[in-house]
């Protein structure tokens, strides 16, 4: 198959992806959140995460620019950072009461875009897309995993 490289599944996600994020920037600047605080957000308040490692492992983000997202978070009050009792080198990071009353206006606003953005789609359409979405993201991940370690082998396609 021949495909024009503007029609490719990379670069059409991709423009949905950006499309997405302005979408959501615009609709979360308001609440004093943005697109990329929502990971940490998200595990934060699911106690999934608790310190940076933690958390820039679950954004899928290397740790420096997790560690410039939480500082620019603390200083706008959304975050706070405590000594973490268990390893002096590591902080404990926690949600402020603030941004803990203000993640579920940001949630609502999230979803409700998604709902924008999907309607035309049925419900099935909609599932169908996430699985699929869901099962290119683990084959990024594996591709990835595997060039960074030469050597390993390719599997199949997750399901």
Known sequence: MDL??????????SLAARGFARLSEARLKPLGFGV???????????????TQRDLARFAR??????????????RDGLV????????GRSSLVTLTE??????????????QGNDDVLRGFTEE?????????TRLIANLD??????????????????
């Open 4 to 13: 024009n490289v503007l029609s490719t599944p990379g670069h059409l996600i």
């Open 36 to 50: 990329g605080h929502l990971p940490v957000l998200v595990a934060l308040q699911d106690g999934r995460a608790s």
């Open 61 to 74: 983000i290397e740790q420096p620019p997790m560690a410039q997202m939480l500082a620019r978070m603390e």
């Open 80 to 87: 706070r950072r405590t000594p973490d009792p268990a390893d």
């Open 98 to 111: 603030d941004a803990e009353a203000r993640l579920p206006d940001a949630v609502a606003v999230l979803m």
């Open 125 to 133: 359409e909609a599932d169908l897309l996430i699985t699929l979405l």
């Open 142 to 159: 594996r591709v990835a995993s595997a060039e960074a370690s030469p050597g390993a082998p390719l599997s199949g396609p997750a399901d």
